[in-house]
């Protein structure tokens, strides 16, 4: 089945721009999400982008596609101590309502 | 508008014992989920009903019963805890429009099974 990978941590500085980064294996992906989890909280959607985009800009964050590597990334610039959350990304794949969800990065803020 | 709901918050139980988790959405979507998110595990598909009065398997459904009670209510059913049930337990919904399979979650519900 579908697989969807991406690192466990990333620490950066407050005002640095982060950059998030998620594989994942199904070519037929339709819709791909970003999703923030703050601590203690359930998921909430930050952005998504079409399958037949490069790249979606929404204020701080730019969402990148690679579709021949399948590879996503999330970049948020001049990261804040509020970004300091779990990132996941997610992958609807063919006509179904099913997201495959990856691991989740664990992204820290530190002053 | 509440969102997704999701009762209790917090539940301790001894192995064998059973438990339901409710969930319930006011968004009026067809399509509710519940997951399991574990560390470095992300987060698993458990069931899911793509409208009222279906369900059906996700990734991880052992040990797991669901009921559609009609469209605004999905419960996860343990009939016997297990200690490899201990997670955290997020229910989903999602329905029409642009986002048309953006997912809304509750808050989640933090289990232990000791």
């Known amino acids: 089945g579908e697989d969807v990978e991406q690192s466990l941590f990333l620490s950066v500085r407050e005002g640095d721009s982060s950059v998030i980064n998620c594989t994942y294996t199904d070519s037929s992906s339709t819709y791909l999400y970003w999703y923030k989890q703050e601590p203690g909280a359930g998921l909430q959607l930050l952005t998504y982008?079409?399958?037949?985009?490069d790249m979606k800009q929404d204020q701080r964050l730019t969402v990148l596609l690679n579709k021949k590597d399948k590879h996503l990334s999330l970049r948020i610039a001049d990261t804040q101590t509020g970004d300091s959350a779990i990132y996941f990304c997610a992958d609807r794949t063919g006509g179904g309502n099913k997201l495959t969800f990856g691991t989740g990065t664990q992204l820290k803020v530190e002053l | 508008n509440a969102g997704v709901t999701q009762t209790p918050k917090f539940q301790v139980l001894k192995t064998g014992q059973s438990m339901t988790l409710q969930c319930a959405q006011d968004m009026n979507h067809n399509s509710m989920y519940w997951y399991r998110q574990d560390p470095g595990m992300g987060l698993r598909l458990i069931y899911y009903s793509a409208s009222e009065g279906t369900t059906d398997k996700g990734e991880v459904p052992n040990g797991y019963n669901v009921s559609r009670l009609n469209k605004r209510e999905f419960s996860l059913r343990l009939e016997s805890a297990a200690p490899s049930q201990t997670s955290v337990y997020f229910c989903a919904s999602s329905g029409q429009g642009e986002y048309l399979y953006e997912q809304y979650f509750g808050p989640g519900t933090r289990l232990t099974v000791t």
């Open positions: 982008i079409f399958s037949n985009m």
